[in-house]
């Protein structure tokens, strides 16, 4: 049976899924904001400028275009006037090469995207990446050099306090489902699933109603983190595993996320470019609610514009409490993966205690390693062990983290691990 | 300038249990069964437990600030070995005695490998065997309890009446299977008054999360299979597995001792031979052996292959089995 595969690990976090889904509200632009656009939205090489200071653009015009190897285009979010090419904030990397737009208040409708024969090719020309929060260009996923069997629409939503996924399936549930069709089509898979998690159960109704005139299953997963995961849903649903090292193409699966589905249909039907997709705003704060948001908004904007407060001391994360990432100042901008922002309270500052072996960390961990002698072995510096023990298998969920009694900085260790893990795994290669 | 907001690594949300937390649902498990035991013996099995405690803390305390560190009472661990320590001594034992045997379970036990998660051994254990190697006379002095089930013991307990009897006379007498034996026993140690209080708090750890199945599941089931074998094949051998899973210190082991998170293994494979082992030694101490109660001795045998076990028996990584296919 689909979908009855036990994913064994994994946590259950408290869901804190408060925003309002009831509706996608609009964000206003008003005359004069400037938009803030980095050249990397996405996995891979920065996107190259093809724009100058001082040319006025139109919402939906290229400003940038698909750089060598894995890159792809970004489109301008709003009307308005080029003011700068230079440096702004990414969320995530720091100051990179990007532009700022001043916005000139003007409502037009975007401007289309031309060409493209197939989905792949549109995917590109709209600029679309994962929306889920990888942002892996889609056109490379869409041209799989592997036969695809399975289409899977990632709806599972798995981190807490996010709902942009949710509130979009209740949307534009019709869109999604025409979309997976396409994707389907597209690389001629046999099967094609939307997975969602039982909390959604609206959403699963939703889709299952609508999914009768289409060859599509609509399955529910039990409540997990992190069950959104793209090994962890594959097995959960199918019951196949991704090999160490390789892709859910390598076993015939690809794995599209929902809001990604939405784009590429929107993309493929109005010719719509992405710069715009909707984003949670939620923790806490008074009025948390899903917004469509055009790329490049500073969060402090976006603060203000949903009338909602920053309070001193407050953490700000720009996608979910689990992977996100905490940012240092509200001038940083929203991009492409941003899923959503997050007010979090101050917590009491907790004291790191030494590793009581009760060994919960390898208990939730989904892909069956030691989170704590990776630690350790991070700790002296034995990156060859950590190698061995297969510290590049982690898909860096945080679970290890979320559970360990002693306040271990497990997950970060690890990241940090990995870093160090794959320089000497590609030296190797060279050397080679 | 604009305000700056600290920046850290996801995840951004922790879960609620702690160290502390753990320890204090530990001692929260043990409380019916330290309460029947201190309402079966009285005013001195309450000094006892509290000595035992507050000497424990103390003497935490102390090493941690001989080696300059802050200390690590906070973290209610020395507080679970306090009460677990004099769960293991007989109602009788003096006060003088107890605190040696809480010194060598703290200090000798716990503390000199590095504190918390470090010791090889267990500590409540370790401190009981010194005792018991050093004073055996005082140790295995027993005294009726005020309530108890079974009638005119000589001994402590079922088990000690046997060995006595089988040294003494050869064979020994049955006892009846009474299902009255599950709430009280016949005495021994503080902590093996009452089976069901010591069950219960074993199923409030396994509902918490805080213990798995697999050691204690392992362990009893061994000792019982072992002894129910053994007792089909010739019922002068020894009493009825009924007799051996109640009697004595196996259920406060099984559920408390053998499954203390730093000396126990760390992977479900591990845990289940792990409990097999020490359910084996404990029979295997029991009938052949010279003491009449092996429990005590097989966790501590058993914890000293707990790193092998941690070796040989790790998770499978996911999806490294098929990275052959391609």
């Known amino acids: 049976m689909l979908g009855q595969f036990h994913l064994k690990g994994g946590i259950h976090p408290a869901g804190n899924k408060i925003a309002d889904v009831s509706a996608v509200k609009e964000f206003q632009i008003l005359e004069g904001d400037d938009f803030f656009i980095p050249f990397i939205q996405h996995i891979g090489a920065p996107a190259v400028p093809v724009i100058n200071i001082g040319d006025y653009v139109e919402k939906g015009s290229l400003i940038a275009e698909c750089g060598k190897g894995l890159s792809t285009n970004i489109h301008s979010p709003v009307s308005g006037v080029i003011k700068d090419i230079s440096t702004v904030f990414h969320p995530a990397i720091g100051h990179i090469q990007g532009c700022i737009i001043s916005a000139d208040g003007k409502n037009d409708d975007f401007k289309k995207i031309e060409g493209g024969s197939n989905l792949a090719e549109v995917a590109l020309k709209a600029g679309i990446v994962g929306l889920g929060g990888a942002g892996f260009p889609t056109h490379i996923k869409l041209s799989p050099n592997k036969p695809v069997d399975t289409v899977i629409i990632n709806g599972a939503e798995c981190e807490p306090y996010l709902m942009c996924d949710h509130a979009l399936m209740r949307e534009k549930g019709e869109n999604i489902l025409q979309g997976a069709v396409m994707i389907k089509e597209q690389v001629k898979a046999s099967a094609c699933i939307i997975a969602v998690e039982n909390n959604k159960k609206d959403c699963i109704a939703l889709l299952k109603q609508k999914a009768k005139n289409y060859n599509i299953d609509i399955i529910g997963l039990p409540v997990k983190y992190p069950q959104g995961g793209e090994k962890q849903l594959i097995y959960s649903i199918l019951g196949r595993v991704v090999p160490s090292g390789r892709l859910p193409a390598d076993i015939g699966v690809l794995i599209q996320n929902v809001a990604t589905t939405n784009a590429l249909y929107e993309a493929a039907i109005y010719s719509k470019p992405l710069y715009e997709r909707v984003v949670t705003i939620s923790g806490d704060v008074e009025h948390p609610s899903n917004y469509r948001m055009p790329i490049g908004v500073p969060a402090e904007r976006f603060l203000e514009r949903s009338s909602n407060k920053y309070t001193k001391g407050y953490k700000v994360v720009f996608g979910g409490p689990m992977t996100g990432s905490s940012v240092a100042s509200l001038q940083i901008p929203l991009i492409k993966t941003t899923g959503g922002v997050l007010l979090l309270k101050k917590i009491k500052k907790q004291e790191v205690l030494p590793c009581i072996r009760c060994g919960k960390c390898s208990q939730v961990c989904v892909m069956g390693l030691v989170p704590r002698e990776l630690e350790q072995n991070f700790l002296v510096n034995d990156t060859l062990k950590n190698i061995d023990e297969k510290i590049m298998s982690c898909i860096e969920c945080g679970c290890c983290s979320y559970i360990c009694p002693s306040r271990r900085l497990l997950a970060e260790t690890i990241k940090a691990g990995k870093k160090r893990a794959s320089i000497y795994l590609s030296a190797k290669k060279d050397s080679k | ?326």
């Open chain 2, 1 to 326: 300038m604009k305000e700056l907001m600290n920046v850290t690594f996801a995840p951004h949300v922790r879960s609620n249990m702690t160290t502390s937390n753990i320890m204090l649902y530990v001692i929260i498990a043990l409380l019916p069964a330290a309460s029947l035991s201190i309402i079966n013996y009285g005013l001195y099995a309450f000094t006892l437990y509290g000595v035992c405690i507050l000497s424990a803390v103390i003497f935490e305390h102390i090493f941690c600030k001989i080696q300059g560190k802050k200390s690590s009472i906070t973290d209610l661990s020395s507080v679970v070995t306090g009460i677990l320590f004099t769960m293991t001594l007989p109602p009788t034992l003096p006060i003088w005695t107890a605190v040696v045997g809480v010194f060598f379970a703290i200090v000798v036990g716990k503390m000199v490998f590095g504190g918390i998660g470090q010791n090889p051994f267990n500590p409540a254990l370790t401190g009981r065997m010194i005792l018991l190697i050093s004073f055996p006379a005082l140790m295995t002095s027993f005294k009726s309890p005020v309530y108890t089930t079974i009638d005119a013991l000589s001994g402590a307990t079922i088990l000690g009446n046997v060995k006595t009897d089988l040294s003494t006379y050869g064979y020994f007498s049955h006892y009846p299977i009474n299902i009255n034996y599950l709430i009280f026993t016949s005495g021994g140690s503080l902590g093996e008054i009452s089976p069901i209080a010591l069950i219960i708090g074993g199923l409030f750890l396994l509902y918490k999360q805080i213990i798995s199945w697999h050691i204690p599941v392992a362990f009893i089931g061994t000792v019982f299979i072992f002894t129910f074998i053994l007792n089909q094949v010739d019922d002068n051998i020894t009493i009825s597995a009924y007799h051996h899973v109640l009697s004595g210190g196996l259920l406060l082991g099984a559920f408390f001792m053998a499954t203390d998170y730093s000396t126990s293994p760390m992977f479900n494979t591990g845990k289940i031979l792990f409990g097999i082992g020490c359910g084996f030694l404990t029979v295997a101490i029991r009938v052949y052996g010279g003491y009449p109660e092996g429990v005590g001795f097989a966790i501590l045998i058993m914890n000293a292959f707990v790193p092998m076990f941690d070796k040989f028996f790790r998770p499978n990584v996911f999806g490294d089995r098929d990275e052959k296919l391609f």
